[in-house]
């Protein structure tokens, strides 16, 4: 190929023949038009390039006679009739044909995998007949993967898939009896260390709007165990409050929320407006209030701006440790490295005694994407980045870079928040406004 392209140069630099109809094109006893390059009586349009007769479009190259279309696609042949269409495709040698590949500035990308060129899109859950009302999140449980969770935000309660996608799914409503608390307008949850989970609420604690807020709330500790999740101490008069198996409070109005390791999390903290680690370290037993050895660090320069009723979810890579935030009131997509930051000086806590509450300063970060409307669910997959758009209902995929690589629209529309991606590979995602659970099936 570079050959070839030293080749076009000098003809290019001999010879003034050939007509151009962009200042772009050159062609040598050819023609080009927009962009392409044409020599031995060639035709070029679309940044193609053609030598030998051949006929290029769409930023192909074609030569011996031969005809490209698309991208990089590349034919050659002595009978002029190969013919490659879209991206890197190769056709060689009389009627050849290739499709596919990748390619940039006018050529065919390649498909997303987990898009395809023609996904389709599979309802797996509903407000009737699965009891979703508002789900903001979703996640796969790492320990049973057969199990679907998410979280509904108007019940402060999780619907629980068995088996989803196939002919003996089934769905439960699980709901511990202090949720009014604990899990109170749950925006997003995430897996944990094995056994657990956490939830984060948008939430100032209302107890359900029994009472005035006290923005005494932030993400709480559950086990998974379904013998004792919502299981244990629900009698109204215990004395424990329910299931749940630690909580800390320094994050009302929390919108996304993302794994670290152990007990440990990051947040996105929707009343002041950054990005806060929360260790629980041990948890107390089981509806216990004992919080003294929490540890919690506020990344204040990392600045988040919450668009209310929409979360900002959370993403961590945790190869690479970078954090991917969906910053919605801002429509952007920030990347956070995780290892960088030192500690700053101490913080009181608010309403609950902490081992340690402290400003961690001099973090690297940076915008990964902007321009987008309201930026809500964020998942990554084989070295992609998929960030759902509450407000067009698009699934928009990312490289690592921050280029985009395509989207779609989901049928349902507007409305869209947590992304998933399932044991096999496939984009999972809820809509809030229309109650679904639904799947991304490439095509």
Known sequence: MRLSLIFLAMLWACTDKGSISDTAGAPTDGTATGGGTATGGGTATGGGTATGGGTATGGGTATGGG??????????????????????????????????GTGTGGSTPAPVPEFGSS?????????????????????????RPNELWTVNRLTDATVIF?????????????????????MEEASSFAFGAEGTWASCHESRNTYDDAYPPNDFMGPALWPH?????????????????GSHADML????????????????????????????YYD???????????????????WSEVELT???????????????????IADTGTGRVLEVDTASGRG???LPPFAEPLEEYRVWEDVDQRVLVEGLSEPSGVALHDGRLFVSDHATGEIVAFDLDGVELDRVTTPEGPGIMGLTVGPEGQLWYVNGIEDVVGRVDPG
């Open 67 to 100: 005809t490209a279309t698309g991208g990089s696609g590349t034919a050659t042949g002595g009978s002029g009739s190969g013919t490659a269409t879209g991206g890197s495709g190769t056709a060689t040698g009389g009627s050849g044909t290739a499709t596919g």
């Open 119 to 143: 996904p389709t899109f599979t309802v797996i859950g509903t407000g009737d007949a699965d009891r979703l009302r508002m789900p903001r999140d979703l996640e796969f449980n790492p320990d």
């Open 162 to 182: 068995f088996d989803p996608g196939t002919p003996s799914q089934t769905s439960d409503e699980v709901k511990d009896a202090y949720a009014n608390h604990f």
């Open 225 to 241: 165990d379904l013998d004792i999740y919502a299981q244990v101490n629900q009698e109204w008069w215990s004395p424990l409050g």
């Open 249 to 276: 409070h320094q994050s009302p109005l929390c919108m996304g929320i993302a794994h670290v390791a152990d007990n440990a999390y990051f947040v996105f903290d929707g009343m002041n407006g950054n990005l806060v």
């Open 280 to 298: 629980f370290q041990v948890p107390h037993p089981l509806g216990a209030d004992d919080h003294s050895d929490g540890i919690v660090h506020r």
């Open 306 to 324: 919450r668009l209310e009723d929409v979360p900002g979810h959370l993403e961590l890579d945790e190869a690479s440790g970078l954090l991917y």
């Open 344 to 346: 700053g000086r101490n």
